[in-house]
Structures are given as structure tokens and as C-alpha cells.
């Protein structure tokens, strides 16, 4: 029984998340179906990546993970399918797959589309959907499609270093109004060097702690933790972080409007 998860900015309003498994399970009826999430921001590959990549590192190995996420920002002419760490990945050639891995794949093969159809959603899960029936009923990967084929590739948001400092970006903001930073506890332990430090968000609130649980400070009081998935968060003990304190997250469209950027970013000075 395949195990496939799905991935989408659909949202829950239309048909698209029941029609897109009906058209799987037209495929294969013994797929086994998982939702992670239909809520990915339109257009928002940070949050995209940060989602999909703390996501598909958990699952068992040869799961298949289908991101229909920004599927149309060019037309489509192929879609990917990556082996990496174990794990198949199926995609848009639209630049999210080394955000996700970090680097590039170990395995990729181009999947051709038929010039003749309509390339819609629905089209598009339905090669998806047969890439992984006939993977799962022993074809090869260069069976199914175009070996190392040229695709897109986005560097993944990084965050930046000097010598007493390092600045991280917002990359999600959870159902509580949690933000999250790309800043892992590695690269902050790494950089901090035993030094004291202070986490400053607009302007001039500061933290200079790392808590381990959000009840380790009073109902109301801001604090700051790593999350399950190892990153910077910043929050409220019961409160709302992102609304209280006007915090945004980092989006592509941002880089262009630097008066906004303050409010998206997270500094840590170090000493």
C-alpha cells in the first residue's frame, strides 16, 4: 500500500483537495492518503519549504510526497520526481525543490506531460499519480521519465552572520501567532560560542533567555524557545506574538519594499 502525503496552497473552500484524491484513488484505490496541509500561503516559498521539509524528513522511507503548491508560475512543461534521503518527491519544476532539500537532489527525473492536454490541477496529479503506481509496481526511476534533466533551482533563505551578530528572517507564523526564524539551534549555539546574547525584534523588544517551554514565563510574557523542527520561535505565554507586535512573515515580494523588511527580520547580537 503506497503511502503518499499531499501538500497544496488549494485552501478548504472549493472542490480541488477532494477532487485531487478522487482522481488519485482512480488510480490506485489502495492508496493511502495523508493530508499535511491545504493552507500554504500563495506564492510563499519559505513557508512552502519550511512546512515541506520538517514534514517529509519524519515519514518512513519510500514515501511518496506530492506538493501541489504555485503549480502554474510558468506553464508547466515537465514535473519532478526526486529520490532523496530515501524519500520520493513529486513537484513543480518551479525552483521549490532545493528550498525543501537545501542542496540538490541525489536522484531526478523529469516526468514529460502530453503537449496535446489540458494542464490543469487535476492533470497534473494524474501523472503524478501514475509515476508513483508504476514506481510502486517495480519500474525504475528512467523508466518513467527524463533522467538529470535541467530545472529550476532557488537557494534557500538563509540567514545572515557577522562577527557579533547574526539576522533571521520570519518564515511562518503558526496557528497560535507563534513566528518562526531560519535560525536552527545548530547555527545559534554555533555562532553564540558560550557568549551571552540579546534577541531584538522591532526595534526594541528584547529577549535574552531561551525558554524550553512556553509556560517557563508568566501568562503574557514574550518568550523565545527551539521548536520540534529545531528552529528560532518567538511567542506569548497564551498570547498572540505575530498580532501584538506587528510581525510579518519573509515573502520574495518583500526584498522589494525595504521599509516593510524590519518588521520580517529577527537579530540576535552576541557578548
Not at 514535473?79 to 513537484?91: M, T
Not at 525552483?95 to 497534473?124: F, Q, R, S, V, W
Not at 557577522?162 to 533571521?168: A, L, P, R, S, T
Request: hydrophobic share 40%; proline share 5%; glycine share 8%.
Amino acid at each position: 500500500m503506497p503511502l503518499l502525503t499531499l501538500t497544496s496552497d488549494f485552501g478548504m473552500q472549493d472542490y480541488l483537495v477532494g477532487a485531487v484524491k478522487g482522481r488519485l484513488l482512480q488510480i490506485d484505490p489502495s492508496f493511502n492518503l495523508i493530508d499535511v496541509s491545504h493552507s500554504i500561503s500563495p506564492f510563499n516559498y519559505p513557508q512552502a519549504a519550511y512546512i515541506c521539509r520538517n514534514t517529509i524528513k519524519q515519514f518512513p522511507s519510500h514515501t511518496f510526497h506530492l506538493l501541489l503548491i504555485n503549480l502554474f508560475e510558468k506553464r508547466p512543461e515537465q514535473l519532478l520526481l526526486a529520490w532523496h534521503r530515501e524519500q520520493y518527491i513529486l513537484c513543480a519544476d518551479n525552483g521549490l525543490l532545493t528550498m525543501i532539500l537545501e542542496e540538490k537532489p541525489e536522484m531526478i527525473i523529469g516526468l514529460p506531460l502530453d503537449p496535446k492536454a489540458i494542464k490543469n490541477t487535476l492533470y497534473l496529479t494524474q501523472v503524478m499519480g501514475e509515476a508513483v503506481q508504476q514506481l510502486h509496481t517495480g519500474a525504475g526511476l528512467q523508466d518513467i521519465g527524463m533522467p538529470d534533466v535541467p530545472f529550476i533551482e532557488k537557494n534557500h533563505l538563509r540567514p545572515l552572520f557577522g562577527e557579533n551578530w547574526m539576522e533571521g528572517q520570519i518564515i511562518f507564523i503558526d496557528h497560535f501567532e507563534n513566528i518562526v526564524v531560519n535560525i536552527t539551534r545548530e547555527q545559534f549555539e554555533e555562532h553564540r560560542k558560550g557568549r551571552r546574547f540579546r534577541i531584538v525584534f522591532k526595534r526594541n523588544e528584547v529577549i535574552d533567555k531561551i525558554a524550553e517551554t512556553y509556560a517557563d514565563v508568566p501568562e503574557g510574557e514574550k518568550l523565545a524557545l527551539f521548536n520540534a523542527a529545531g528552529y528560532l520561535e518567538i511567542a506569548i505565554n497564551k498570547g498572540n506574538a505575530a498580532g501584538l507586535f506587528g510581525l510579518q512573515g519573509f515573502t520574495e515580494q518583500a526584498q522589494q519594499h525595504q521599509s516593510r523588511l524590519f518588521y520580517q527580520t529577527v537579530k540576535i547580537h552576541f557578548g
